[in-house]
């Protein structure tokens, strides 16, 4: 069984967790990931790899975004490539090999997925996901209704582009997505962009984010109507 490490390359969405796991299962061996957009020095996954590369039993190893590695951390790796188990086989999956050091790539095969073919409305380029694709795939044979439906309500949303605080409960309502309706407020809004990414890395309510932020601009915009007069 050819255990020489893999490069596995493409944009988001097209595929490359569903083609490691498929390749996991069909070579009938375990499958541990490693998640390095997480752990970029691999801090918390070094003696991970270490007790993973010497295993006796064949095994794949999954380094999910092995691009977003730090040079030390790739420096690691490089050694564990050079050392790992004959039984183990290593899998690099990334969106840009080019950010991965020459010595690494020069040790693996490269294996690139090419972008889905698909003009969907319903998703943004950068909400391509496999799972999601194969979803409207299904939805688009089996219930077009439902599909039909789902754009509908997806162009609907995108054309808010004037937001009104008063009009959060009917926006909550209708289940919009939150970050899209922010997205009209977070341009060119670098202090409230700071207060949203604060938000999320602690876990916030998007929805009361947008609540607050919509009307904090309403009290400003009164403040400076009020001077002008």
């Known amino acids: 069984m050819d255990t020489t490490p893999l490069i596995l390359t493409g944009p988001p969405g097209c595929g490359k967790s569903h083609w490691i796991q498929t390749y996991a299962t069909t070579t009938k061996r375990q499958l541990f990931v490693c998640p390095c957009r997480k752990d970029r020095t691999l801090r918390d996954g070094r003696q991970k790899l270490h007790v993973w590369a010497r295993r006796t039993e064949p095994a794949i190893l999954w380094l999910e975004g092995a691009d977003d590695l730090t040079p030390e951390a790739q420096a690691f790796l490089r050694r564990i490539l050079e050392t790992h188990a004959p039984e183990i086989q290593f899998v690099l999956e990334c969106r840009d090999a080019g950010k991965l050091q020459e010595p690494i790539r020069s040790r693996c095969k490269l294996q690139r997925l090419s972008p889905p073919e698909l003009d969907i409305p319903y998703l943004n380029s950068n909400e391509y996901s496999y799972r999601r694709l194969k979803q409207i795939e299904f939805l688009k ?37 939150p970050e899209t309706l922010l997205g009209t407020l977070l341009h060119d809004n670098l202090a409230l962009l700071a207060s949203y990414g604060k938000c999320v890395e602690d876990a916030g309510s998007i929805w009361a984010f947008l609540g607050s932020s919509l009307y904090a601009l309403r009290g400003s915009d009164a403040g400076s109507k009020a001077k002008g007069e």
Do not use: F, G, V
């Open 141 to 177: 044979s089996e219930y077009p209704e439902i599909l039909a439906h789902c754009i509908s309500h997806r162009e609907e949303e995108k054309s808010l582009t004037s937001l009104e605080a008063d009009k959060l409960p009917e926006y909550i309502q209708k289940a919009y997505n």
